[in-house]
């Protein structure tokens, strides 16, 4: 043994250093995934805007067909 400590192959600066690293990888992932989150709501409102959309083209459609009145609910 040469002085150091081990522990199942590793010494305590490999565990440290190992440590750190962990530590930074945590500390991106903080940072990283509010901007995640921004983005898929982003889109989330993005697809419901277009789908409203549609939904108005389509009614519009429907108005010109018959006289100008909109579907009534429930048939």
Do not use: H
Request: include cysteine; charged fraction near 15%; glycine fraction near 12%.
């Amino acid at each position: 043994m040469d002085g150091r400590i081990r522990l199942g192959g590793f010494t305590w600066s490999d565990g440290i250093v190992a440590f750190v690293i962990l530590l930074c990888l945590a500390g991106l992932a903080i940072i990283v995934w509010p901007v995640y989150q921004r983005e898929r709501f982003v889109d989330n409102l993005v697809a419901c805007g277009t789908n409203l959309s549609a939904i108005g083209k389509a009614m519009s459609v429907y108005a010109n067909d018959y006289d100008s009145k909109l579907p009534m609910a429930g048939g």
